[in-house]
């Protein structure tokens, strides 16, 4: 017996990809709902072969659904998700707005699955930012050998992380620089096309100096994996439609060499590694658009540091950064009997 699933922000770029990726994973489901706000009402999406019509948000009744996949944004978030847990399905959210509520647990199933038994406090689990995401499923395995100190980041995050409008305005700000200029931004603080901006979301309002991006990359790592380990991170925006690269400087109490770790990685769930020392033999957003896993390449020894690593991480931000990896919440939890199926009325 399958379940009833409703897809919460239906119409988005995450949400369209949940109705794709459910369907390639075969997950069981019985009936589905396409929800969204009242001006989306009656938009059409696909379901493999079955083509929906999006409903109100407003109006639906969440106590006639098992499951629901929300990525809608952190104020719809925060103004439903509880209400929903409360109706009785498990709600798995793609927004910051609860991943670091002491009472969600926020997984990524090869990081952290037993922390999924504590979702029953309200019936909501937290899915990461989707830069996390990719990072702690190539660090897990590398934690677990030989225990990380210190990680420094810089992102390469793509303009889908920003959804439609920061795709619309790559599009138009390319187009125009051969036309009659670029347009104005408008989504980001400066233009985008042929640039790269070091700001992803805003500053946050202390000394730090640190936007909310790299505040949660921070945050979210000493949550799921480790509390002690010290992050640096710088996050930018590049003029890539799909897909974040991260270059990762890591520093561990132990030596580990870039042939062990290379070992390591290959055997870890989740990973792939494409690491030739040759032109083109390591893994770019172009290349893995799509695809489920994490990519690590360039992985080296770092010879400044006595315990180091350097590495390059590449994956998809729509699928494993944001929707594959609240379906292999779902699917988490449909394996351990955790989902409570109840009787129509």
Not at 173 to 187: D, H, I, S
């Amino acid at each position: 017996m399958g379940y009833r699933v409703a897809v919460v922000g239906a119409t988005g770029n995450v949400g369209r990809e949940m109705f794709n990726i459910l369907e390639e994973v075969n997950f069981p489901v019985d009936k589905i709902h396409a929800i969204a706000s009242r001006k989306s009402i009656g938009v059409e999406v696909s379901f493999g072969e079955k083509i929906l019509k999006c409903e109100d948000l407003e109006q639906f009744d969440f106590s006639t659904v098992d499951i629901v996949l929300m990525s809608a944004g952190g104020a719809v978030s925060k103004a439903w998700a509880e209400r929903i847990g409360k109706a009785g399905p498990v709600v798995i959210d793609n927004s910051s707005t609860w991943r670091m509520d002491p009472d969600v647990p926020l997984i990524v199933p090869e990081v952290n699955p037993d922390a999924v038994e504590g979702f029953t406090k309200k019936n909501i689990i937290a899915n990461p930012n989707c830069t996390t995401a990719g990072l702690l499923v190539a660090l897990k395995p590398l934690h677990d050998a030989a225990k990380i100190k210190r990680i420094v980041i810089s992102t390469y995050q793509s303009v889908s992380g920003s959804g439609k409008e920061g795709m619309d305005e790559l599009w138009a700000q390319t187009k125009g620089v051969f036309v009659l200029g670029a347009p104005e931004p408008k989504k980001y603080p400066k233009q985008i096309a042929f640039n790269v901006i070091p700001q992803c979301d805003s500053f946050i309002d202390d000394d730090s100096g640190d936007t909310k991006e790299e505040r949660k990359m921070a945050d979210e790592t000493h949550k799921m994996l480790d509390p002690s380990i010290k992050v640096s991170a710088t996050c930018v925006r590049v003029p890539v439609f799909v897909g974040h690269g991260e270059s990762v400087n890591i520093e561990f109490e132990r030596a580990i060499s870039d042939d062990e770790a290379r070992e390591i990685l290959r055997e870890a769930p989740g990973l792939v590694v494409i690491d030739k020392r040759e032109d083109g033999g390591y893994a770019t957003p172009k290349d893995i658009q799509g695809e489920f896993p994490v990519y690590v390449s360039r992985i080296r020894n770092d010879p400044s540091l006595e315990h180091g690593l350097s590495l390059w991480i590449v994956s998809d931000n729509l699928r494993k950064g944001a929707a594959l990896n609240a379906i292999q919440i779902a699917q988490l939890l449909h394996d351990r009997g955790l989902i409570k199926q109840r009787a129509l009325a």
